[in-house]
């Protein structure tokens, strides 16, 4: 892709290295049930963003919806060795992401970010990632960051101590809904699997392998979890019986995304 967004100019107030693009579509592809991929070129936001930090994304001139929605960073993309562009999952729920299931490469849409406080690096011992839903979206960036695999941020934030492991419990309905996994088919990375009905992997709640873990010979040391509510909620709960640290990815329904309108509190 070349350069020359049609839109630039920086959002005031919060969040100093925010930008506000118009981009285009390069990739779009369907994951699982009813879950995309898309990859958008927007050089500035990929060269800053960090693992567990999300965008907001609209349709360029619509009216309805008219605000956008936050999307966390699946991974960046280069090209020529240089950050070029952001990758995020997303599932059909609602009206802005049934219109964007028919979006084509090509097309343009309206983007501003980094946004949110994102992951710490990772530290020694164990770091475990709970995902539930289309929770798994920022665990690829935190995974590769953490395996030494890719640097996130301008300048590259440093990762001082790494993790001696790494691992990831992924849990869905069925095996339908399970998306990317193969890109999570990482050197170094633990991948567990659950599903509700049983259909692959562990036959119940992805809670049910992280308290097999927190019980087992190398418990995690520091959980980082993002997924529906009530699932978060119950691993914050299990976290904090075994006295380990716990970072949960919270969203909620917001204007801006980066905390003037407060409609993102999360009480």
């Known amino acids: 892709m070349t350069d020359g967004p049609t839109t630039s100019n920086h959002l005031p107030g919060l969040v100093a290295t925010a930008v506000q693009r118009i981009v285009p579509i390069v990739e779009h592809e369907q994951l699982a ?12 936001i ?10 907001m994304l609209r349709a360029v001139g619509e009216t309805d919806p008219l605000l956008g929605r936050p999307f966390a960073l699946y991974d960046i993309y280069s090209e020529g060795g240089r950050p070029a562009g952001v990758d995020f999952g997303y599932v059909v729920v609602g009206k802005l992401t049934s219109l964007m ?5 090509r097309t343009e849409v309206e ?3 980094p946004l949110g406080n994102g992951f710490p690096p990772p530290d020694t011992g164990h770091l475990m990632m709970v995902a539930g839903g289309i929770g798994q979206t920022p665990f690829l960036a935190v995974a590769r960051e953490a395996l030494g695999l890719q640097t996130y941020g301008r300048p590259p934030r440093a990762v001082i101590s790494r993790p001696a492991r ?3 419990c992924y849990g869905v309905r ?12 990482i050197d170094g990375l633990e991948l567990q699997l659950s599903t509700d009905d049983g259909s692959r992997g562990h036959h119940g709640f992805v809670t049910d392998l992280l308290q097999r873990s927190l019980t087992g010979s190398d418990p995690p040391n520091r959980v980082y979890c993002c997924g ?6 119950a691993v914050a709960k299990i976290c904090a019986r075994h006295s380990v640290r716990c970072w949960l990815s919270l969203e909620s329904p917001m ?3 980066f905390g003037v309108c407060f409609s993102c509190v999360v009480g």
């Open 255 to 257: 204007a801006c995304g």
């Open 46 to 55: 990929a060269a800053q963003i960090l693992p567990g930090q999300f965008f």
């Open 101 to 105: 299931r028919g979006w084509k490469p």
């Open 33 to 44: 049930r009813d879950t995309y991929r898309m990859r958008l070129y927007c050089p500035e």
């Open 174 to 185: 069925s095996d339908e809904y399970l998306a990317g996994v193969d890109a999570f088919a």
């Open 111 to 113: 983007i501003w970010g």
């Open 166 to 168: 790494v691992s990831l």
């Open 228 to 233: 529906p509510e009530p699932m978060m909620h």
